[in-house]
Nanobody, 126 residues
Framework: EVQLVESGGGLVQPGGSLRLSCAAS????????MSWVRQAPGRGLEWVSS????????YYADSVKGRFTISTDNAKNTLYLQMNSLKSEDTAVYYC???????????????????WGQGTQVTVSS
């Protein structure tokens, strides 16, 4: 059974940092493409970042580029999202997802997902 369990969310002040984790099980994590997707209150899903090809390729939405870093620890079957310089507009529920199919166009991946975690809330507020 595939499981994705996020943790690390919370309340942080603008300019602060958080590191999200996603513990994966039930599939070969090291060879899988993984992504972070978020949903702000009252809005649709927004792709945030992806990591592909045994961690050799990483992609970021323009809104987080330079502030967020995606990484993995294959020994722990865990996906991370280091979030720095957080802004109020980063407030959302953050989901990790296992990529099903993907196409990269002009440096931006277009993905489908076959498994999702339950999400972790990130609130950026003073």
């Amino acid at each position: 059974e595939v499981q994705l369990v996020e943790s690390g969310g919370g309340l942080v002040q603008p300019g602060g940092s958080l590191r999200l984790s996603c513990a994966a099980s039930g599939f070969t994590f090291s060879s899988s493409a993984m992504s972070w997707v978020r949903q702000a209150p009252g809005r649709g899903l927004e792709w945030v970042s992806s990591i592909y090809n045994y961690d050799t390729d990483t992609y970021y939405a323009d809104s987080v580029k330079g502030r967020f870093t995606i990484s993995t620890d294959n020994a722990k079957n865990t996906l991370y999202l280091q979030m720095n310089s957080l802004k109020s507009e980063d407030t959302a529920v953050y989901y990790c997802a296992k990529v099903g199919e993907a196409t990269v166009v002009a440096g931006r991946p277009f993905e489908t997902y076959d498994y999702w975690g339950q999400g972790t809330q990130v609130t950026v507020s003073s």
